[in-house]
């Protein structure tokens, strides 16, 4: 009897697991940008590789969900990075450098440390060595199914701010454009978008990045 009752209850368990298939524990949208095309043809890519795209800012808008225990519900977090050579695809040119990490000014302390380490650990080796965490304001708007993709507005106090737009016809140069590489982490439903403004005016990299007018901006949503 016992060994039929273990057995049942077994049984009981599975189907419950079943019936209640496993979700994220963290989700929301997500934005990149590079000082480099990411939307180019190989002329463009070449020409740039080894030169410039060093330059990196990642955002991360928490939707819903928990990271080691603590909810990040509604919250950002930004990592500006700056790596050892051109940001290309990291699958097979994998980078690593030093990072700003900005979090959002509505975390507790508690959620400060998780936001850290959620994007150290969405990041990976491109957070080599933090070199500060900042803490700000956040305005983050991220719209990956505005239009074609890629509506974004991200202002993270005065450290960073981002504009971004869907590619139009006229953001075709040579006619022989793709998407060359791909996002920097792991997203879903990546689209690439043009970039009005991407800034960042902080102190703690030894340098300050602005640019504008590229086809660097990737605009996605992420699970975890």
Known sequence: MKVKSTIAMMMLAASALAGNPSTPAISGDYLEVRSCDIYTGPCFAN???????????????????????????????????????????????????????????????????????????????????????????????????????????VKAGNLVQITSRCMGDKDHFCGNEEVYYPPLTTVTKAMPAFTELASYQGNSLNLTWESRGQRSTFVGSFTR
Do not use: H
């Open 47 to 153: 020409s740039e590789m080894g030169l410039t795209g060093k330059e990196g800012i990642l955002v991360w808008a928490i939707r819903e969900g928990s990271w080691n225990g603590t909810s990040l519900k509604g919250l950002s977090v930004v990592a500006v990075v700056c790596v050892d050579g051109t940001l290309g695809d990291q699958r097979y040119q994998p980078r690593s450098g030093k990072a700003v990490i900005v979090v959002d000014a509505n975390a507790d302390a508690a959620q400060r440390e998780a936001l850290q380490d959620f994007a150290r650990t969405m990041a990976g080796s491109l957070i080599k060595e933090v070199a500060a965490v900042k803490t700000a304001n956040m305005d983050v708007t991220l719209k990956p199914a505005c239009g074609a993709g890629g509506c974004a507005s």
